[in-house]
């Protein structure tokens, strides 16, 4: 149902802003949202933001990545400066229909995935 694209390599320090579009039809979004999971750790929510484009931030990540979105083509997206070694990780969008939108709703909230786009910090 989404596809991310934009992921690559940055050097630490640097920006990166990378998306995630929908590759069918069907499903609102009340909800949109990013996640990342690194080898060894728990998949961690970074972001969120809702219809009306509120948005809210993990502590891990709050001042250095923005999430928005475009609602005319439908394009959630996910900006991140000054990054380090520590974001390494695969990046995922997820989506739901229903409330609450926040960072601390796990992941069983989320029916709707990507597969995931890498990033990789290099210092």
């Known amino acids: 149902h989404l596809e991310e694209s934009g992921g690559g390599s940055v050097e630490a320090g640097g920006s990166l802003k990378f998306s995630c579009a929908p590759t069918?039809?069907?499903?609102?979004?009340?909800?949109k949202s990013w996640f990342r999971h690194s080898p060894g750790k728990a998949r961690e929510a970074l972001a969120t933001?809702?219809?009306?484009?509120?948005?809210k931030y993990a502590d891990s990540v709050k001042g250095r990545f923005t999430i928005s979105k475009d609602n005319t083509r439908n394009i959630l997206y996910l900006e991140m400066k000054n990054v380090k070694a520590e974001d390494t990780a695969k990046y995922y969008c997820a989506v739901t229909d229903f409330p609450p939108c926040d960072p601390v709703e796990p992941e069983h909230h989320y029916p709707y995935w990507g597969r995931g786009t890498q990033v990789t910090v290099s210092s």
């Open positions: 069918g039809y069907g499903y609102g979004s009340f909800c």
């Open positions: 933001i809702d219809s009306v484009g509120t948005t």
